[in-house]
């Protein structure tokens, strides 16, 4: 235990934040599926304004990526729907990291689209439609699986989806703010071990901070 405090620490001293951790729902089911009228919201139709070819090459990726986000959800709706006692939560986690992966892709796939048009009008159109709304809903689901990993008592979970949602946007102030409590949580169990070990040996001291500056250059190169 001792250890994994000092791991933990060497990869999130560096982490600041001053925005509360805050509940954050699962986006399931966007809206009531009713078609909006493009030419009263001022959207702009995609299909309509690229052609057959650039639809397919540019949009038809991002679609496929929302369809797998659909069966992810299926799978998790369908063992939602069995009795509490029959269910599987490693399934339902696997179903939700699954979603939240399918909307980076998707998010990805949109910006990767964004750079290939040129008119401005169609970038911003892509960048609404489909990046910018997926990346966030990849952000929602981590961070509701982070918290729930923080109330189970599963630190080491926890910090790995708050990582995930940095990598992702590097200024969310709810992954830094929970990342910087949790690393003071660890901070006073580390000194409280420290006082409660009654103390070691000079050698016990230099293996420590061995260990120490080993596991601090494995966190700085991105791993746990």
């Known amino acids: 235990m001792h250890r994994f405090v000092i791991v933990a620490l060497a990869g999130l001293i560096f982490l600041g934040g001053t925005v509360a951790v805050g ?16 030419a009263a919201t001022g959207e702009v139709d995609l299909q309509t304004e690229l052609n057959q070819v650039q639809y397919n090459r540019l949009i038809k990726p991002i679609e ?20 509490v006692g029959r269910q599987n939560p490693r399934l339902l986690l696997a179903c939700k990291e699954r979603a939240a992966t399918y909307y980076l892709g998707a998010s990805v796939a949109a910006k990767n689209a964004v750079n290939r048009v040129r008119e401005d009008r169609l970038k911003n159109a892509i960048k609404e439609k489909y990046q910018t709304p ?32 940095l990598g992702i946007d590097k200024q969310n102030a709810q992954a830094r703010e929970a990342l910087t409590k949790i690393a003071k949580e660890l901070q006073q169990k580390a000194r409280t071990g420290s006082r409660s070990s009654g103390g070691g040996s000079d050698d016990d001291d230099q293996k420590d901070r061995k260990g ?12 746990w």
């Open 23 to 38: 509940a954050a729902g699962v986006p399931w089911k966007d809206g009531d599926g009713k078609k909006k009228d493009d």
């Open 64 to 83: 496929a990526k929302l369809g797998d986000v659909e069966k992810a959800m299926q799978a998790y709706e369908k063992e939602m729907a069995k009795p």
């Open 134 to 165: 997926n990346e966030q809903k990849a952000i929602d689901i981590y961070l509701e699986l982070a918290m729930k990993a923080q109330d189970e008592g599963n630190v080491r979970g926890a910090i790995a989806y708050y990582k995930r949602i």
């Open 212 to 223: 120490y500056k080993r596991d601090k250059d494995y966190t700085g190169r991105g791993g």
